[in-house]
């Protein structure tokens, strides 16, 4: 009979006060047992010892706006740093060009952290990013970060826009033409024309219903018809999702101005007279926004 080199009690399980418990364990098995834990739990910490190295040591790249909401005639300020970069290696702030949103180098960066004051850019949403290379070769790059770039858009554009969107409406025009009337002494250049009803039940002439919306403020413009009473009014007035109403009145004669902040989400432009349904009320507006068409 073969004798083998050593002995062993095979493992079995018994019932005892309804739990179940190991009988016996021979002590070659735990000596394997423990040798193969010993290898893996050395092969694990050595894993784990590795990926903390690359995760806390390894390359990386940050970027952060001063102001990442602001004018187009404002040149933004940016604070980047960089760290873990073997010798020799650069930085260049890259951001995205054109409808494919191509990634290309903007500027060249001063050592490895800093600000620095770049070019100003149009109207539009912009992203960026800081690149790190050498001799050439990108080693890595920063999350992106988005740049809200606000301008200048007449009420027109959006009543343009509406033809090709149809979360836009704007009322009440002449084919978005503007035209002119004497309010008072004054010539008033108007887009919308409204005779509209009293204070308790508004008429709305502009409607941006999109989710998302990319005007920050609404400056309106308004007047009331030389022939209205002249204890009369009229009312302008924007309501938002998110937000009390804004409005305010104008009398007879008169041009008035309004200055109201919108908060990214769908917005109304309502129309009103003390006198409804009898006197004209002639508005136009601009907006400050960062896409042409108010939308987000």
């Given at each position: 009979?073969?004798?083998?080199?050593?002995?062993c009690?095979?493992?079995?399980?018994?019932?005892?006060d309804?739990?179940?418990?190991f009988?016996?364990?021979?002590?070659?098995?735990?000596?394997?047992?423990?040798?193969?834990?010993?290898?893996?739990?050395?092969?694990?910490?050595?894993?784990?010892s590795?990926?903390?190295?690359?995760?806390?040591?390894?390359?990386?790249?940050?970027?952060?706006?001063?102001?990442?909401?602001?004018?187009?005639?404002?040149?933004?300020?940016?604070?980047?740093?960089?760290?873990?970069?073997?010798?020799?290696?650069?930085?260049?702030?890259?951001?995205?060009?054109?409808?494919?949103?191509?990634?290309?180098?903007?500027?060249?960066?001063?050592?490895?952290?800093?600000t620095?004051?770049?070019?100003?850019?149009?109207?539009?949403?912009?992203?960026y990013?800081?690149?790190?290379?050498?001799?050439?070769k990108?080693?890595?790059?920063?999350?992106?970060?988005?740049?809200?770039?606000y301008?200048?858009?007449q009420?027109?554009?959006?009543?343009?826009?509406?033809?090709?969107?149809?979360?836009?409406?704007?009322?009440?025009t002449?084919?978005?033409?503007?035209?002119t009337?004497q309010?008072g002494g004054?010539?008033?250049?108007?887009?919308i024309?409204?005779?509209?009803p009293?204070?308790?039940?508004?008429d709305?002439?502009?409607?941006?219903?999109?989710?998302?919306?990319?005007?920050?403020?609404i400056?309106?413009?308004?007047?009331?018809?030389?022939?209205?009473?002249?204890?009369?009014?009229?009312?302008?007035?924007?309501?938002?999702?998110?937000?009390?109403?804004?409005?305010?009145?104008?009398?007879?004669?008169?041009?008035g101005s309004?200055?109201?902040?919108?908060?990214?989400?769908?917005?109304?432009l309502?129309l009103a007279?003390s006198?409804a349904?009898?006197?004209?009320?002639?508005v136009?507006?601009y907006?400050?926004?960062?896409?042409?068409t108010?939308?987000?």
């Amino acid at each position: 009979m073969t004798t083998t080199p050593y002995s062993c009690t095979i493992i079995s399980l018994a019932k005892e006060d309804g739990m179940s418990r190991f009988h016996r364990a021979g002590p070659a098995i735990f000596a394997v047992a423990a040798a193969a834990a010993l290898v893996l739990g050395s092969a694990s910490s050595a894993a784990a010892s590795d990926h903390g190295a690359r995760k806390g040591h390894g390359p990386a790249a940050s970027l952060s706006f001063k102001h990442n909401r602001i004018s187009s005639s404002t040149k933004p300020v940016i604070e980047y740093k960089a760290s873990g970069l073997p010798a020799g290696a650069k930085l260049e702030l890259q951001r995205t060009f054109g409808t494919a949103k191509v990634w290309k180098d903007v500027t060249w960066l001063k050592g490895h952290n800093g600000t620095k004051t770049i070019a100003s850019v149009r109207l539009g949403l912009y992203s960026y990013r800081i690149k790190v290379y050498k001799q050439h070769k990108n080693i890595v790059f920063s999350p992106a970060k988005a740049l809200y770039s606000y301008g200048r858009i007449q009420l027109a554009s959006l009543c343009n826009a509406q033809y090709n969107h149809s979360s836009i409406d704007v009322y009440d025009t002449n084919n978005c033409d503007t035209q002119t009337v004497q309010v008072g002494g004054n010539i008033f250049t108007y887009l919308i024309e409204d005779t509209p009803p009293g204070w308790t039940s508004t008429d709305t002439v502009v409607k941006v219903s999109g989710k998302s919306t990319s005007c920050r403020s609404i400056s309106i413009q308004f007047g009331l018809d030389n022939n209205a009473g002249s204890s009369d009014k009229a009312y302008v007035q924007v309501i938002q999702a998110a937000g009390n109403p804004q409005s305010t009145s104008v009398a007879e004669g008169s041009i008035g101005s309004a200055y109201f902040k919108l908060d990214g989400g769908p917005w109304y432009l309502n129309l009103a007279t003390s006198n409804a349904y009898t006197d004209n009320e002639y508005v136009n507006a601009y907006l400050s926004c960062w896409s042409p068409t108010g939308l987000g």
